[in-house]
């Protein structure tokens, strides 16, 4: 169903810190699995919630890509990163699970990158173990953290929440270097922490994915990514296995530059660049508030 786009004033309203989150965890409650698809713009937020998506997931790769066309190698940093996770709550709304990479460095940084991104809206903050600086999770020569030292991330981030609704989610890459038995047992480790979602990411196939739902107590979310290493399951397959939440984060980044490579390369080619398939311009402008604008031209305007 497709939901009206917000205002200009909704988008620049103060948002309510506790009603996303409180509304993700009463989602999360419910018995069907959550799919939250990832976006890599301020287009693309807005687009899924007109789509109608409930909650939306900040991908640090794909926003990174998006604004300074670089890799997910621990070279855009907190301040970065906030400002593009305060422009998706300004444009989207509050109801977005941002990743905060590894809380951009020690104890100190995490109990900052908390408040700071709490500050800003957003119902979830997700934190993985990587070593500082981290590595896309579906990329090689990721290496962990000790697992004390993310339980102690873990403690940090909960007690820095000002509000208790906010969700704190641990995420896990230990897969590849220390083998799914340990990333099991992180992943037991730091939902006893605290951590009110559990992500273990990379695995391979669904067996490995039933085998970390089945182990872990707490509520668990699956990374659905195109091109990763794990399989790509249906929304039924993974409430079966027992996810509660599937987030989906290259999916608007990889069909819009599939899309831009092909009108490109036409337009390159001397070839039309029309296509049924392209946006309606009058609908893109009222989506994005232009039609706001126009009115108030139309008031104040001499």
Same mark, same amino acid.
């Given at each position: 169903?497709?939901?009206? !786009?917000?205002?200009?004033?909704?988008?620049?309203?103060? *948002?309510?810190?506790?009603?996303?989150?409180?509304?993700?965890?009463?989602? &999360?409650?419910?018995?069907?699995?959550?799919?939250?698809?990832?976006?890599?713009?301020?287009?693309?937020?807005?687009?899924?919630?007109?789509?109608?998506?409930?909650?939306?997931?900040?991908?640090?790769?794909? &926003?990174?890509?998006?604004?300074?066309?670089?890799?997910?190698?621990?070279?855009?940093?907190?301040?970065?990163?906030?400002?593009?996770? #305060?422009?998706?709550?300004?444009?989207? /709304? *509050? $109801?977005?699970?941002?990743?905060?990479?590894?809380?951009?460095?020690?104890?100190?940084?995490?109990?900052?990158?908390?408040?700071?991104? %709490?500050?800003? /809206?957003?119902?979830?903050?997700?934190?993985?173990?990587?070593?500082? *600086?981290?590595?896309?999770?579906?990329?090689?020569?990721? $290496?962990?953290i000790a697992t004390e030292e993310m339980v102690d991330k873990i403690r940090v981030a909960c007690d820095a929440r000002r509000s208790p609704d906010t969700l704190i989610i641990a995420r896990t890459d230990a897969r590849? $270097? +220390?083998?799914?038995?340990?990333?099991?047992?992180?992943?037991?480790?730091?939902? #006893?922490?605290?951590?009110?979602?559990?992500?273990?990411?990379? @695995?391979?196939?669904? $067996?490995?994915?039933?085998?970390?739902?089945?182990?872990?107590?707490? &509520?668990?979310?699956?990374?659905?990514?195109? /091109?990763?290493?794990? !399989?790509? @399951?249906?929304?039924?397959?993974?409430?079966?296995?027992?996810?509660?939440?599937?987030?989906?984060? #290259?999916?608007?980044?990889?069909?819009?530059?599939?899309?831009?490579?092909?009108?490109?390369?036409?337009?390159?080619?001397?070839?039309?660049?029309?296509? *049924?398939?392209?946006?309606?311009?009058?609908?893109?402008?009222?989506?994005?508030?232009?039609? %706001?604008?126009? +009115?108030?031209?139309?008031?104040?305007?001499?």
């Open positions: 169903m497709n939901t009206p !786009p917000q205002t200009l004033s909704e988008r620049n309203a103060v *948002p309510k810190l506790a009603s996303a989150a409180v509304q993700l965890r009463a989602r &999360l409650a419910q018995d069907t699995l959550l799919v939250v698809p990832g976006v890599h713009d301020m287009i693309a937020a807005l687009v899924a919630k007109r789509a109608g998506f409930e909650f939306i997931y900040g991908s640090g790769f794909w &926003l990174t890509a998006s604004c300074y066309g670089l890799p997910d190698a621990g070279i855009v940093g907190y301040a970065e990163m906030k400002e593009r996770m #305060a422009a998706l709550v300004r444009v989207a /709304g *509050p $109801q977005v699970i941002a990743d905060a990479d590894t809380g951009y460095g020690g104890l100190l940084n995490v109990h900052h990158t908390v408040r700071g991104y %709490e500050d800003i /809206g957003v119902a979830a903050i997700q934190i993985e173990d990587q070593v500082f *600086p981290k590595r896309c999770g579906h990329t090689p020569n990721k $290496q962990v590849e $270097q +220390e083998g799914l038995a340990a990333a099991v047992q992180r992943a037991q480790a730091y939902d #006893a922490a605290g951590a009110d979602m559990i992500f273990v990411e990379g @695995l391979h196939d669904a $067996q490995e994915m039933r085998l970390a739902c089945s182990e872990v107590s707490g &509520l668990m979310m699956a990374n659905m990514s195109h /091109g990763g290493y794990s !399989p790509m @399951l249906s929304a039924d397959e993974l409430q079966n296995i027992g996810y509660a939440c599937a987030i989906y984060p #290259a999916l608007t980044g990889l069909v819009s530059t599939y899309a831009m490579t092909r009108v490109l390369e036409a337009l390159r080619d001397g070839k039309a660049t029309s296509d *049924p398939g392209i946006a309606d311009f009058g609908d893109f402008c009222e989506m994005i508030g232009f039609t %706001e604008v126009w +009115e108030f031209d139309k008031k104040w305007a001499r």
